[in-house]
């Protein structure tokens, strides 16, 4: 039975790597191609972050309460197994990324490595846990979305008014937010059955 979800679920994973490089490609060349050559690897970056971020807060969202067994040892399920193919196409595209264009950048890539361990793990070789890592990737994906735009602003504050607007609003919340909240919610406990 594990072999058979191992075959059916192959597909998965080529069809989402695909899917965020060809993100990747039209945030190069068409979203960002006015941008300078030094900016335009950071931002296509930050765009399959915004295209990874919510969609896997959602489908991982939905993938926890869709699962009445809850707990590292609960085995996991056909949707679960999808979101974490999802989550591994994109961690497997930045890291891609970041070897091409920052291959000096050893904590972004060893945490792209560390995470691809986990996830890949989970996924091919025990068949178990992905309940505990989808609430961890719940968590890590929630800022997303702001982390990103300001990301994005900071890159352009120097040559756009509107942006060095943006990244000045953005930086006390997310500031707050991500080191207040996003600590708290990953020390609190989840229920098991």
């Not at 191609?33 to 296509?44: I, T």
């Not at 959602?58 to 085995?75: E, H, I, K, N, T």
Request: with cysteine; charged share 10%; hydrophobic share 50%.
């Amino acid at each position: 039975m594990e072999t058979l979800t191992l075959v059916y679920s192959l597909p998965n994973l080529p069809v989402f790597f695909s899917l965020f490089l060809a993100i990747y490609l039209v945030g190069y060349f068409v979203v960002f191609r006015n941008w300078s050559p030094k900016n335009r690897p950071e931002a296509s970056s930050c765009f399959i972050s915004l295209a990874h971020g919510t969609p896997a807060v959602v489908l991982a969202s939905f993938a926890l309460y869709a699962d009445s067994q809850r707990g590292f040892a609960a085995p996991n399920t056909a949707f679960q197994g999808l979101v974490l193919d999802y989550s591994i196409a994109y961690f497997l595209m930045d890291l891609c990324h970041y070897l091409v264009f920052f291959p000096s950048d050893i904590l972004f890539i060893g945490h792209h490595l560390a995470t691809l361990f986990v996830f890949v793990t989970c996924r091919y070789v025990v068949f178990h846990g992905s309940y505990a890592i989808l609430v961890l990737l719940v968590l890590a994906e929630v800022t997303s979305g702001c982390q990103n735009t300001w990301t994005l602003a900071g890159v352009l504050k120097s040559d756009v008014a509107t942006a060095a607007k943006v990244y000045e609003l953005l930086s006390p919340p997310f500031y707050a937010f991500y080191s207040d909240t996003t600590p708290g919610l990953q020390n609190y406990p989840s229920k098991s059955h």
